[in-house]
């Protein structure tokens, strides 16, 4: 397997308050890596500190062997390798749908706009938006605003996708098209690291599944290791739980 990320004893404080503590793991191209945990348990931190959202305190970053945390790393080109879906669409009110996914080609990329459009055209029909190019922002559900922002991210060719919680801010109505959309993604091949709360869809699509408890993992494996034959107490504890209230 080819090691796409390495996460080398990541550590990340706020203050006083530790909320990553050597934090080890590798993402592998091709791969869709799943996090679950408590709110609060570092999970958001992990996936902005691996995009440098948040600089870590202490520990690296290895994006293809290379440490992204040294000095002199050129970290606005490492940046743009990581596409990044966060909890809100942040989509462009004042731009159309096709704008919002070909602005950051052309200032970022430098591509031509021909090119860009093309590009974004081809996520947009990938996602299942091709008929809203002409649209807003503000003509759309929350579910297609979100699918939007997955093609806008798509549309600047990552190497990696890092997913944050998406369907977190959604009504219950619009989450199955986010994820469906999630799914289709994840057997094309592409490298996803997805932040999710969403316990069957996590089982569905994982490779590997990481458990996160007080800033640390508690416990890592596929899919039917962690939900089936969970070794921690308190990976057991938090699966009662959540698919009790599911």
Same mark, same amino acid.
């Given at each position: 397997?080819?090691?796409?990320?390495?996460?080398?004893?990541?550590?990340?404080?706020?203050?006083?308050?530790?909320?990553?503590? +050597?934090?080890?793991?590798?993402?592998?191209?091709?791969?869709?890596?799943?996090?679950?945990?408590?709110?609060?348990?570092?999970?958001?931190?992990?996936? &902005?500190?691996?995009?440098?959202?948040?600089? /870590? %305190?202490?520990?690296?970053?290895?994006?293809?062997?290379?440490?992204?945390? %040294?000095?002199?790393?050129?970290? /606005?080109?490492? &940046?743009?390798?990581?596409?990044?879906?966060?909890?809100?669409?942040?989509?462009?009110?004042?731009?159309?749908?096709?704008?919002?996914?070909?602005?950051?080609?052309?200032?970022?990329?430098?591509?031509?706009?021909?090119?860009?459009?093309?590009?974004?055209?081809?996520?947009?029909?990938?996602?299942?938006?091709?008929?809203?190019?002409?649209?807003?922002?503000?003509?759309? *559900?929350?579910?297609?605003?979100?699918?939007?922002?997955?093609?806008? *991210?798509?549309?600047?060719?990552? +190497?990696?996708?890092?997913?944050?919680? /998406?369907?977190?801010?959604? +009504?219950?109505?619009?989450?199955?098209?986010?994820?469906? %959309?999630?799914?289709?993604?994840?057997?094309?091949?592409? %490298?996803?690291?997805?932040?999710?709360?969403?316990?069957?869809?996590?089982?569905?699509?994982? +490779? &590997?599944?990481?458990?996160?408890?007080?800033?640390?993992?508690?416990?890592?494996?596929? /899919?039917?290791?962690?939900?089936?034959?969970?070794?921690?107490?308190?990976?057991?504890?938090?699966?009662?739980?959540?698919?009790?209230?599911?």
């Amino acid at each position: 397997m080819t090691a796409m990320i390495e996460i080398n004893h990541l550590k990340k404080s706020f203050g006083e308050n530790e909320v990553l503590k +050597d934090i080890n793991v590798t993402v592998n191209k091709g791969e869709v890596l799943t996090i679950i945990g408590s709110s609060g348990s570092g999970k958001s931190t992990l996936l &902005r500190c691996i995009n440098l959202l948040e600089k /870590p %305190t202490s520990g690296a970053i290895l994006y293809k062997g290379e440490n992204v945390l %040294t000095k002199n790393y050129d970290l /606005p080109k490492y &940046r743009t390798h990581l596409g990044m879906v966060f909890q809100s669409f942040n989509l462009f009110n004042n731009m159309n749908v096709l704008e919002n996914c070909v602005s950051g080609q052309v200032t970022v990329l430098k591509r031509s706009k021909e090119e860009a459009k093309k590009i974004a055209i081809e996520n947009l029909e990938k996602v299942g938006m091709g008929r809203y190019v002409s649209a807003k922002p503000a003509q759309l *559900s929350g579910g297609q605003k979100q699918r939007v922002a997955i093609a806008r *991210s798509l549309s600047m060719n990552p +190497d990696v996708m890092l997913f944050d919680e /998406p369907t977190s801010a959604l +009504d219950p109505e619009m989450v199955g098209e986010v994820l469906l %959309t999630m799914k289709a993604l994840a057997e094309t091949g592409l %490298t996803m690291v997805i932040v999710t709360h969403e316990m069957g869809f996590a089982r569905d699509v994982s +490779d &590997r599944v990481i458990f996160m408890d007080k800033g640390v993992i508690a416990e890592e494996g596929t /899919p039917e290791d962690i939900f089936v034959h969970p070794k921690e107490e308190r990976t057991k504890a938090f699966l009662a739980r959540v698919l009790e209230t599911n």
